[in-house]
């Protein structure tokens, strides 16, 4: 359709709706509930560096001095490596950590991560933010009930 | 940089240029500037390491984590889309099935079975790199995700043996400097794009390339399928350079929980459903 009203750098713009999103390999929102944030601070137990998500162990002690054990998902391999993560350097068995990330809906001590944080300050993302994979905001089609 | 700041300042004009308009539907790319290179038939040369399903300069955390579509964030690519996509035109019957699928929060999404995202699914996707080999004769597609590539010959016809697959067919050509891509022969078990956007294996895929500047391809896809949509459904957006990466592998099968903890959810939808 011809726009010749359309002001010269009318492209550049900062506003994208998200019709094709970033996707993810699977659903977020159908695993993990996006309105029950987690921050966990606890000992890696083991690191599983792999396809389609990788997996981190966390030794979580409470209030009372009980310790979970926590599964925590992330990127893959490839991913993490575009966002600075090394294979067997950056997280080891071990390491005293802080992950920030979002609760399974099925209760169980297995979480969605977002932020690592080390012992020594540093930040790393090991996984995405919540939402991805799950349709985002809206469908794909008008929702005929709004 | 004298360079970013003159594109500082087009952005920050663009901005309030554009704030008065609010409009559905996409706006088509402007012509490519005059910085295009050239392969040595002098056809815009595509190849290189790019990506789709972002339009957010800078890292990969950036572009495809906070950044991507959804970001306030990062720098935005020249070129990129503006306003709200088209809604999928789908009839009645199959639109009850995508937004069901988008109430049950994709659960049903045929890559967390580590099957073949499918076209265009394959080119709009955030996250994964693409690589594109390019020759006179065949353009070869490579995408990080699943190991699936295209392989376009060009001013080819379609074979008339096809037989139904994820990734189809695809024949191209050149009009004058946009890449045509031709794609038949699909199966009905991928998504177009968004969660839910099922086809027949009627479909047929008509994909623009056009090469704007150094970073950008701007892209033009119409998706065609008498049998669930109402019309064409036409999707725009770009696909930048991502200098310096190379392709990795991601390989779905190794360690794939998703289909065991699907399984127990699934005893109970109500946990996970939006409606």
Redesign the interface.
Known sequence: ?K?AS??????????????????????F???YDANKPITLSGIVTKV?W????S?FYLDVKDASGKVSNWKL?GF????L???GWKKDVTLKQGDEITVTGWHA??GSDWGHSREVTFKDGKKL?FG??AGT????NA??????AK | MAQSRIVSNLMAAAVLAALPLVTTGQTAAPGATSKVPRAADGKPDLNGVWQGGSNRIGTWEEANGGGGTNATTGQITPFAVRGAPEKAPYQPWAAEKVLESFNRRGIDDPMARCLSPGVPRTTTMGLFPMQIVQTPKTIVMLFEVFHVFRVIQIDAKHPDDLESSFMGDSVGHWEGDTLVVDAIGFNDKTWLAGTGTFHSDKLHVIEKFTRMDQNTIAYEVTMEDPAVLTKPWVQRSTIMLRPGTRLREYECAENNTDLDRYEKLLKDESVFRRK
């Open positions: 359709m726009r359309n002001p010269p750098f009318a492209t550049l713009v900062l506003l994208l709706a998200a019709g094709i999103s970033a996707s993810a390999h699977h659903s929102g159908a695993e599983e792999t396809n389609p998500h997996f998902e893959p391999p490839n991913v490596y575009r966002t809906r099925d993302f995405p933010p994979g799950d349709g985002g469908p794909a089609v008008a929702d005929p």
